[in-house]
């Protein structure tokens, strides 16, 4: 499907964007899709195991500058990314079950108040 340049400059998402640039000999876009970011890696945000993650992968990638663009710290940076997902899943559990309990509190207070 082609895509005007203004509808291209309107593909970009939250946190992962689509980049690439239009060929005009060619007369189509030419896509790269980004990763998306990880979360925020500050330590007083996650759990230990993830912490000691974080840590490994930091400590690869300073021992390897450039080895860590040919794929020598992606054992570390998926096992991270696997611990940050499941941080965020249990996050979201407990916040959706504090949203329950919230909500069944402003029912009741607005029943009483009609009564």
Avoid: V
């Avoid at 998402?13 to 007369?27: F, M, S």
């Avoid at 759990?47 to 300073?62: A, D, F, G, P, W």
């Avoid at 611990?83 to 979201?92: N, Q, V």
Wanted: glycine letters at 2%.
């Amino acid at each position: 499907m082609r895509r005007s340049k203004q509808q291209f400059r309107n593909t970009c998402g939250y946190r992962d964007c689509a980049i690439g640039e239009y060929n005009q000999q060619w007369k189509h876009i030419d896509y790269i899709f980004l990763y998306k970011m990880p979360t925020d890696l500050s330590p007083n945000l996650h759990t230990e195991k993830c912490n000691e993650l974080i840590e490994l992968l930091k400590q690869c990638r300073s021992d390897h500058p450039f080895r860590k663009f040919f794929g020598i710290c992606n054992s570390a940076y998926h096992q991270m990314t696997k611990c940050l997902k499941e941080e965020r899943l249990a996050r979201r559990a407990r916040n959706f079950e504090k949203s329950i309990e919230m909500k069944r509190k402003w029912k009741e207070m607005s029943e009483e108040s009609q009564e």
